[in-house]
Nanobody, 122 residues
């Protein structure tokens, strides 16, 4: 079964940096896109950043210039480098990916990670 395993969340002071990692594992044929979403208490889940297999990226306006998404295709891993963190960045961050299985490479399935807490506070 395909799984997305996240790491890197934690507590950081305002202005600090944090790097999130998410590695996909299992019966994987290909990954079309990988991205990060976040959800703060009482708010809807929102897209933070997404990167496609060819390297094209998209960011939420609130994180442009501060966050950078990247991926290592050989490792099936996506990263989110978060700089100049603000208290409003506090949320549960979820990894997301569109993946085709080696059992059936024709169809993509969307997967979510378990979520990792990012808290920005002094």
């Amino acid at each position: 079964q395909v799984q997305l395993v996240e790491s890197g969340g934690g507590l950081v002071q305002p202005g600090g940096s944090l790097r999130l990692s998410c590695q996909a594992s299992g019966s994987i044929f290909s990954i079309r896109a990988m991205g990060w979403y976040r959800q703060a208490p009482g708010k809807q889940r929102e897209l933070v950043a997404v990167i496609r297999s060819g390297g094209v990226t998209k960011y939420a306006d609130s994180v442009k210039g501060r966050f950078t998404i990247s991926r290592d295709n050989a490792k099936n891993t996506v990263y989110l480098q978060m700089n100049s963190l603000k208290p409003e960045d506090t949320a549960v961050y979820y990894c997301n990916a569109d993946i085709t299985s080696r059992d059936d490479s024709r169809w993509y399935t969307n997967y979510w990670g378990q979520g990792t807490q990012v808290t920005v506070s002094s």
